[in-house]
């Protein structure tokens, strides 16, 4: 059974940016896409954007954003370190929440059939 | 883009029937997949394709989708069905690829 878990900074500041990686163990991370999806408390889920290795896409690497935040995210795979990673500027408190990484698959569609236990980020001075 | 919309709770007895409603424009030519979240923990898939289980889910749990509404169906519920509920489409029209509905707190009395 593939695992996920997301590894980064819990406290950052307004204003700073926000970096964090998900190491996939207990499977590849070839051959799949991986997606980064955040919850603020109490409320719901917001997907941010993913990651093509899947060859979905003629292009391995190949991203889309959530338009809300496209100006602001970029992500990253390092595929030998089993690796994928989210990089968010200019940090404001509406971005405090819990930041989860999940593995796509497709079953019909595309949905997200792993999730790692997700890590929260808050943004205070 | 694409909006998916859910009741805020349902409170059901126990043994009783649980639905929640997914709403949105033309959804049952949309494929639906449900994910149960419990306080603290990472979202589970517990329906998928419109009404497929994966392994480990419960008979209990079923799904249909038509129109403009889906619905997961929880039979039989138990104490431990008590969590957020989310439905969720792939969005190929749009850049916004992955689309959650609001989320329904599903309360076992």
């Known amino acids: 059974q593939v695992q996920l878990q997301e590894s980064g900074p819990g406290l950052v500041k307004p204003s700073e940016t926000l970096s964090l990686t998900c190491t996939v163990s207990?499977?590849?991370?070839?051959?799949?896409?991986w997606s980064w999806i955040r919850q603020p408390a109490g409320k719901g889920l917001e997907w941010i954007g993913h990651?093509?290795?899947?060859?979905?896409?003629?292009?391995?690497?190949?991203?889309n954003y959530n338009p809300s935040l496209k100006s602001r995210v970029t992500l990253s795979v390092d595929t030998s370190k089993k690796q994928f990673s989210l990089r968010l500027t200019s940090l404001s408190a509406a971005d405090t929440a819990v930041y989860y990484c999940?593995?796509?698959?497709?079953?019909?569609?595309?949905?997200?059939?792993?999730w790692g236990q997700g890590t929260l980020v808050t943004v205070s001075s | 883009s694409y909006v998916l919309t859910q009741p805020p709770s349902v409170s059901v007895a126990p043994g009783q029937t649980a639905r929640i409603a997914c709403g949105g424009n033309n959804i049952g030519t949309k494929s639906v997949h449900w994910y149960q979240q419990k306080p603290g923990q990472a979202p589970v898939l517990v329906v998928y394709d419109d009404s497929d289980r994966p392994s480990g889910t419960p008979e209990r749990f079923s799904g249909s989708n038509s129109g403009n509404t889906a619905t997961l169906t929880i039979t039989r519920v138990e104490a431990g069905d008590e969590a957020d509920y989310y439905c969720?489409?792939?969005?190929?029209?749009?850049?916004?690829?992955?689309?959650f509905g609001t989320g329904t707190k599903v309360t076992v009395l």
């Open positions: 969720q489409v792939w969005d190929s029209a749009s850049d916004l690829c992955y689309v």
């Open positions: 990651i093509q290795t899947s060859g979905r896409t003629q292009t391995s690497g190949t991203t």
């Open positions: 999940a593995r796509e698959e497709v079953k019909g569609t595309w949905l997200f059939d792993n």
């Open positions: 207990g499977g590849s991370i070839n051959g799949y896409d």
